[in-house]
């Protein structure tokens, strides 16, 4: 079986899809990450495509050594963004040759279904708590908020923390002790700021505090984490084992969320989840907007002995598949087709495709005009 030709679709709500076809009519599809750069992320694509064009699509680990350890700059998110919607791609073909989903062909699952949670937004309390219990109408078990949904001070007024704490207890108190909550502070809090707020949240037991503060340093983040009993969670900017071995080995989180769409894939997406296994740490891969990042990472997970749950923001893929994940009680089924267990429906595929890649968001302090974290 040969590579013959790579597609790139950007789609809605920051979505790109890349079909990897074959002389023998497979394709698989994969899902890169696309933020900024998804211009820069296809181009990867295309200067990827020239090294695989022509080879067996089943030589996934070989084919990922080579464009990983062969290129200069190999921890580039942008390059491992591509890297990662090539080893899904090129998974969902080796499980179609073989007729079995791709969570089977690593191992099997430990576990029946995946546990999955919704966001919830304000920045009234009662909004925040009003979006939470429709997530809990729905079936959810989990939701997860951003508490800081204005731009924050280094460090800021009590005002400031009184309206945060306001909002996770109103949540609390609507959903009650049985649904878990948690925070994202979504990298916008100083260190210092950080700790300010999260002795007062603890009475609310937030299942985890997610980027706490900026996270390109560890040893601030470990700073948190032993200042409080409230576990903390971070990794959807990191990529590879390599990007996550301090935070484990520091044991700096509680939780690492890798993005299986630009960690480099479903294969190191597993290996991430061993390197955390073995440092007692668990996984709830991040997934904000695309269904088929999902899917991936539902493959990935199935097999995980350390999985707590699964970000749900780009939910079963029904403006996509043809055979969205069933989702019921909080919970998704391991899709049971072969491959990705999900096909796209090309018509859906064009409902969705974009002309335009949209402008670069960004969030400054409204008393200064000085630029915030986003
Ligand atoms: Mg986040």
């Known amino acids: 079986m040969k590579i013959t ?54 030589q996934i680990e070989d084919h990922w050594q080579v464009l990983f350890r062969s290129s200069y700059s190999r921890q580039m998110p942008i390059l491992l963004a591509a890297l990662s919607g090539i080893d899904m791609a090129c998974l969902d073909i080796l499980g179609q040759s073989l007729g079995a989903p791709i969570w089977r062909l690593l191992g099997g699952s430990v576990r029946q279904k995946i546990r999955v949670y919704s966001s919830t937004g304000g920045p009234e309390p009662e909004k925040y708590a009003e979006g939470a219990l429709r997530a809990v109408e729905r079936g959810f078990t989990a939701v997860k908020m951003c508490p800081f949904p204005e731009p924050v001070r280094f460090i800021d007024t009590p005002a400031m923390v009184d309206k945060t704490i306001r909002r996770v207890a109103a949540v609390r108190e609507a959903v009650g002790p049985q649904i878990d909550v948690a925070l994202d502070f979504h990298r916008a809090v100083s260190p210092a700021m950080a700790r300010m707020v999260l002795p007062e949240l603890e009475p609310l037991k937030p299942m985890f505090v997610e980027e706490p503060t ?61 390197l955390a296994e073995i440092h007692y740490l668990s996984i709830a891969p991040h997934s904000a907007s695309d269904p088929l990042g999902v899917v991936a990472s539902v493959h990935a997970m199935a097999g995980v002995p350390n999985f707590l749950i699964q970000e749900y923001g780009g939910g079963n893929g029904e403006e996509l598949f043809h055979e969205p994940l069933t989702f019921q009680d909080g919970f998704v089924e391991l899709p049971e087709g072969p491959g990705m267990g999900v096909t796209i429906d090309e018509q859906k595929l064009e409902a969705l495709r974009i002309t335009e890649w949209g402008q670069r968001s960004s969030r400054r302090h409204p008393e200064d005009d000085s630029v915030n974290d986003i």
């Open 5 to 58: 030709q790579f597609d790139v679709t950007p789609i809605q709500r920051r979505g790109l899809i890349l079909q990897i076809r074959t002389d023998e009519g497979l394709t698989g599809i994969g899902a890169p990450m696309n933020y900024e750069h998804g211009r820069t992320i296809e181009r990867a694509i295309r200067d990827m495509s020239d090294y695989l064009i022509g080879k067996d699509p089943r």
């Open 214 to 274: 900026h996270p390109e340093n560890v040893d601030a983040l470990l700073e948190i984490a032993q200042s409080t009993s409230i576990p903390i969670a971070t990794g959807e900017r990191n990529t590879t084992r390599w990007g996550f071995r301090e935070i484990c080995e520091k044991r700096a989180a509680a939780v690492l969320q890798p993005d299986i769409r630009h960690c480099g894939g479903i294969l190191e997406m597993r290996k991430i989840a061993s």
